[in-house]
């Protein structure tokens, strides 16, 4: 059962350059590889606690021979009962309102870092039990690929300080969709903090499922 989330608007985020990069050593650091994109990931906050944001800073490395792009500050977070799983969506899979959001651009052999961060809006247990309402955290990031249909819109985005939202024709869309990519990283175990104060740490339990 998937819960709605929180607006964008509402959203806190921010995206930097020059953030901190991934610590490759880090145990409970999130990876992921589709093809010839990699994605690392490490998440910011110690403890989730409902309403407050999860922040992360991931790392695409780009080891295809075309630039690539991905609207880093798009990101939304929901949550899963039945697997006990938040999901951290970071990227646009399908343009919202049919329009193509700030991209930046990753080039060939080119690691970018990225830093952002998103609330769910609610956390609920699907059954009343003794077990903790939330054990893992999912991070998915949606890269484009193909980025030749989008070249004037990506060139406009470039040379304007506070660039738009454009809206895409249907053809664009379409593009989009097949030149779009998810890349699903590795379950983390969370440390979860209830609004009654009981916290529980999921990385006591043993390894999350999906490690790769």
């Not at 050593?25 to 994109?37: Q, T």
């Amino acid at each position: 059962m998937k819960l709605s989330v929180v607006p964008l608007s509402l959203m806190f985020y921010a995206s930097t350059l020059s953030a901190a990069g991934i610590n490759m050593n880090e145990s409970h650091r999130a990876v992921g590889r589709e093809d010839d994109i990699r994605v690392d990931a490490k998440v910011l906050t110690d403890v989730i606690t409902p309403g407050a944001p999860i922040g992360i800073t991931f790392q695409i490395h780009n080891l295809t021979n075309s630039s690539v792009a991905v609207a880093e500050k798009v990101c939304a977070a929901s949550f899963d009962a039945d697997s006990q799983t938040i999901t951290l969506s970071v990227g646009s899979e399908i343009p919202l309102d049919g329009e193509m959001p700030l991209m930046a651009i990753i080039g060939p052999g080119e690691k970018k870092t990225f830093t952002t961060a998103a609330t769910v809006a609610r956390i609920v247990s699907a059954v009343r039990s003794v077990r903790p309402m939330v054990r893992y955290l999912q991070i998915k990031v949606s890269v484009l690929r193909d980025l030749v249909p989008f070249r004037a819109i990506l060139e406009t985005q470039q040379k304007q300080e506070q660039a738009q939202s454009v809206p895409l024709t249907d053809a664009q869309f379409e593009k989009w969709l097949e030149g779009n990519d998810t890349i699903l990283l590795n379950e983390l175990p969370i440390r979860f903090e209830s609004r009654r104060g009981a916290s529980f740490d999921a990385s006591q339990r043993g390894p999350a499922s999906g490690m790769r």
